[in-house]
Structure formats: C-alpha cells, structure tokens
C-alpha cells in the first residue's frame, strides 16, 4: 500500500521489527480452545502488517471464515535496557 502520510512513514522508519504477544489473556485463550500459557507466547509480524489511518484491509477471496480483532501497538524508538520509570516513555517513537 503506497502512502504518504508523515506519521506512517516515521511509523516506517523506527518500527522494522515487530513482535506480538499471543494470548495474552485468559479470556481470549480460552475463546480459542487454547490453555492459558505460563509465559508469553511471543510471534513476529511483517512491517507490511502496517496499516495507515483510513486504510483499507484487503481480505482475500473466496474467504471460509474470519477471525478480527483489535491490536494496541507500542513502536519502540530505540534499544533500551532496565529503563527508569521516569524517563520510559523516551524510548517510545509512536
């Protein structure tokens, strides 16, 4: 998807890695038929899983079935380790 938008090319930019965590809570777990994992169950995404503000999803077709849901993101701008509290949200690009 060709954009222009600045904030989705800063998004470009920063985030070109990106690790989801899967069933991350027990409702959703469940809902699957899944146990509730001890530890986070974590997974990569593509950069090309980005979607701009007002973009259109493309769904495939024919198309049996489809799962959606909402994900939150946090685009971390820099490497950090043992950061403070206080100053946390310096590290966060968008």
Do not use: C, W
């Not at 990569?44 to 079935?65: C, D, H, R, W």
């Not at 849901?69 to 509290?85: F, N, S, Y």
């Amino acid at each position: 998807m060709a954009t222009t938008s600045a904030a989705y090319q800063k998004l470009l930019g920063v985030g070109t890695k990106i690790v989801a965590v899967g069933r991350n809570y027990a409702a959703h777990a469940k809902e699957l038929g899944n146990a509730v994992p001890k530890e986070p169950v974590l997974f990569m995404k593509p950069t090309t899983s980005y979607l701009a503000n007002g973009g259109t999803i493309e769904v495939p077709q024919p198309l049996e079935s489809l799962d959606h849901e909402v994900e939150l993101a946090v685009v971390i701008g820099r490497k950090a380790r043992d950061v403070a509290e206080a100053t946390a949200m310096d590290y966060v690009g968008g």
